[in-house]
């Protein structure tokens, strides 16, 4: 079974850093795509920022020169460097992959997410 696990959340105060994690698992052939969104209290859920197979990088407006994705294939672990951190990026961060598992069916993925906090 696939299972995609958020980490790295918590409370900060505005100007702070955080490191998210999301470790894929399970009977996987290959990963493509990854991504992490974000849903604030109230909002619809919005995209964050998608990164490639091959490092090809896709940033939200709002986290432009804050935010930073990258990713490990060999560990299959994508993660998410959050700097200058802002009130209004308190939301539950989740992550996203599409991939296709040990039955060879491609599917698209989410984790359970993970709380970010940010404290003015």
């Known amino acids: 079974q696939v299972q995609l696990v958020e980490s790295g959340g918590g409370l900060v105060q505005a100007g702070g850093s955080l490191r998210l994690s999301c470790a894929a698992s399970?009977?996987?052939?290959?990963?493509?795509?990854m991504g992490w969104y974000r849903q604030a209290p109230g909002k619809q859920r919005e995209f964050v920022a998608r990164?490639?197979?091959?490092?090809?990088?896709t940033n939200s407006d709002s986290v432009k020169g804050r935010f930073t994705i990258s990713r490990d294939n060999d560990k299959r672990t994508l993660y998410l460097q959050m700097n200058s951190l802002k009130p209004e990026d308190t939301a539950v961060y989740y992550c996203?992959?599409?991939?296709?598992?040990?039955?060879?069916?491609?599917?698209?993925?989410w984790g359970r997410g993970t709380q970010v906090t940010v404290s003015s």
């Open positions: 990164i490639t197979t091959d490092g090809s990088i």
């Open positions: 996203n992959a599409h991939l296709v598992d040990g039955d060879y069916v491609s599917n698209n993925y």
């Open positions: 399970g009977r996987i052939i290959t990963i493509g795509a």
